[in-house]
């Protein structure tokens, strides 16, 4: 076992003794290489389930880096490029003023849909038909492509659409035969997750204090936090479908294809991100010339929707406050907590898989980056 191997494992070991965490896994990849795969805890606290190395973790928005890179790889073997109008494949979504979006307004969240109906349930988003003619007759929130605002859940239909269209294939397939496949982890990097698997997951949970946000909650705090705003009957956050631990626990939820989130484990995603930057036991997703092209940032300004400093690529967040914090990272965090980060500078991966909901709250994350950039030294 490897010194950064056996710290990572003492850390995680106490995070789950400790009670600061149910179950986890983290991966680290450095230049092409898993040096770090380690697991601590339970996956289901209702059986004693343990987390193993291949237990799936829904990780909300972690996920948007694996539709990100879906596609890149379709970009790369020119199947669609950047600036292709997403009308141009989906003639439907060019009312009201969204002709000249472009497959690059989607990746950098400039689209200017960020919202979906008020009303809208859980059971809509596993509707992938419904979803997508919504946004189809959506109306945008500002001029495509002059600000950006984050696409919490419409991200997903919209850029997985786009790969429908453009490979007559839904998305999870794309990515099993185009990226996990070919990477050998197509059993523990999906979208909608086959009926067979159903029971790998883990079970998530709310953490301590966890405050459940009652739609009269939400309401006021609409008037504060631009995330919550509703625009002609349109948010970001629709209320009945936020990505609580019940929510991800949902078998509807986890089986469709809602690909603003994934179902991964830690060494899956790293594993992804290691062959962005390097060939992997054979494989490289891109090219170092389209590697530098999406990770370069496109945007930095003040989100729409959120209210805060953006930093974005093309589909990757840049940058991520913290002990690994800097111009060359690039990936995304989900809501819960978990996350995946690259860095063009070191070769190194980190990712975070978990089962406790900390909302907004990544210290686990940044605990193990801490680790991580003391045991591989100096960038």
């Known amino acids: 076992m490897t010194d950064i191997q056996r710290q990572t494992q003492d850390a995680i070991d106490l995070l789950v003794e400790s009670d600061a965490e149910r179950g986890l896994q983290v991966a680290v990849y450095h230049r092409g290489e898993l040096v770090v795969d380690a697991v601590a805890g339970q996956a289901d606290p209702v059986t004693g389930r343990p987390v193993t190395p291949d237990t799936p973790f829904h990780v909300t928005s972690t996920g948007k880096g694996v539709t990100s890179t879906v596609v890149h790889v379709l970009v790369e073997r020119g199947v669609l490029t950047y600036d292709t109008p997403v009308a141009e494949l989906w003639p439907e979504f060019g009312a009201h003023g969204k002709e000249r979006v472009t497959v690059r307004h989607v990746l950098n969240h400039s689209a200017g849909v960020p919202g979906l109906p008020q009303d809208t349930t859980p059971e809509d ?152 930057m390097d060939e992997v036991d054979g494989v490289r997703l891109i090219s170092p010339e389209r590697l530098r092209e999406v990770t370069t940032a496109t945007i930095s300004e003040v989100d729409e929707v959120t209210g805060a400093p953006a930093t974005r690529g093309l589909g990757y967040d840049i940058g991520f406050p913290g002990p690994l914090d800097s111009p060359t990272l690039f990936g995304m965090a989900g809501s819960g907590g978990t996350a995946a980060y690259a860095d063009t500078a070191t070769g190194t991966v980190v990712a975070v898989a978990k089962n406790r909901v900390t909302a907004g709250d990544y210290s686990t994350f940044h605990h193990v980056g801490a680790l991580v950039a003391k045991a591989l030294g100096p960038r």
Not at 178 to 191: K, R, T
């Open 125 to 276: 988003l596993t509707d992938w038909n419904k979803m997508c003619a919504a946004l189809a007759g959506a109306t945008p929130w500002w001029e495509p492509g002059t600000r950006t605002g984050y696409h919490a859940q419409s991200f997903g239909y919209l850029a997985g659409e786009i790969v429908r269209r453009a490979t007559g294939r839904p998305i999870s397939q794309v990515l099993r035969d185009e990226v996990a496949g070919p990477l050998g982890v197509q059993d523990e990097l999906f979208f909608g997750v086959p009926a067979s698997e159903l029971g790998r997951p883990a079970r998530m949970e709310e953490a301590a204090g966890g405050m459940e946000l009652t739609p009269d909650m939400i309401a006021a705090m609409a008037e504060q936090v631009p995330f919550f705003r509703v625009v002609d009957g349109w948010t970001a956050a629709p209320p009945a479908a936020l990505p609580t631990a019940a929510y991800c626990n949902r078998e509807d939820v986890l089986a469709a294809d809602i690909p603003a989130g994934g179902v991964m484990t830690a060494r899956a995603v790293a594993r992804m991100y290691a062959a962005l």
